[in-house]
């Protein structure tokens, strides 16, 4: 049987490691029974491998701003001299300097998508969820979206009819719902409209996003999601892939879901669901 001194330090252990405050060099081996030495040293190599993994992180997060900062000045110059070339230049030169610019454009999105894709699957950033309302959200979602909206003629028809209580990370819902409608007008015809709305429910609340635009195959809705997937009716329509599945990772992230539906060539739904405050 075990004395009352020997629960005791298992006891100090267990507490040190939860709290993660637990060192080798606390306890003396010579006083400990051999499941006492077991535990010591299972604790102490889960202390050094989690010691790893913080600095491996680390490491990764270090990278990534790097590769982020590092990427920017050349980027922003390339496409400011392109800009210029264009500006001066007559013929095929001009247009030349035109798809430099329209492509440096492209890999700045990839670089940033990139790197919050990334943030993100390390967990280096984690979601700090306040009280908000979905209206909050929608509404930031499309002022954002308003200037592209504007250059193809596309109405944003926002519904203020109902709204909902909801505990979110406003900054990266906010996110999630842009990418939503940033694909809705990316797909939608000049002139048509797009609708968004809030619907409550007992258990989730729901931001819905309605286009008019191409619709998507029934086939095709399961790999939306899908890093960097694109689908044969659209590649050589602008974009790089990772929009929607940022937005259902930041979706899922906080207890919610995404549901699609479509009829192609009568446009899509899509439908963002967050938990109700009240059944957190």
């Known amino acids: 049987m075990f004395k009352s001194t020997e629960y005791k330090l298992l006891n100090k ?26 535990l010591m040293r299972f604790l102490t190599t889960s202390s050094i491998s989690e010691k790893k993994l913080r600095e491996e992180k680390e490491n990764i997060e270090e990278l990534i701003t790097n590769i982020s900062h ?7 110059n390339i496409m400011m001299y392109s800009e210029l070339l264009g500006e001066k230049a007559d013929g095929e030169l001009k247009e030349y300097a035109g798809e430099i610019h329209s492509q440096s454009k492209k890999l700045e999105e990839l670089i940033t998508a990139l790197v919050k894709m990334s943030r993100l699957e390390t967990g280096i950033f984690r979601l700090q969820p306040e009280d908000s309302t979905l209206l909050t959200v929608l509404k930031r979602a499309r002022d954002q979206a308003l200037p592209k909206a504007k250059l193809k003629n596309i109405e944003l028809n926002l519904s203020e009819s109902t709204d909902s209580q909801v505990k979110i990370d406003v900054k990266w819902t906010t996110e999630a719902v842009f990418n939503i409608i940033d694909n809705a007008i990316k797909y939608s015809d000049e002139g048509t409209c797009i609708n968004l709305k809030i619907d409550t429910y007992e258990m989730f609340s729901c931001i819905s996003v309605e286009d008019h635009g191409i619709g998507i195959e029934e086939e095709e809705i399961p790999k939306l999601f899908a890093r960097f997937y694109r689908s044969r009716e659209v590649r050589d329509n602008e974009g790089i892939g990772v929009g929607l599945y940022l937005a259902r990772q930041l979706v899922e992230g906080q207890g919610g879901y995404i549901k699609v539906r479509s009829v192609p060539g009568n446009g899509s739904t899509f439908e963002l669901f967050f938990p109700n405050m009240s059944k957190l």
């Open 70 to 76: 590092q990427t920017k000045t050349p980027l922003t």
């Open 13 to 38: 252990m267990l507490d040190e490691a939860i709290s993660g405050e637990f060192a080798e060099s606390s306890f003396d081996e010579s006083e400990l029974s051999k499941l006492q030495s077991k």
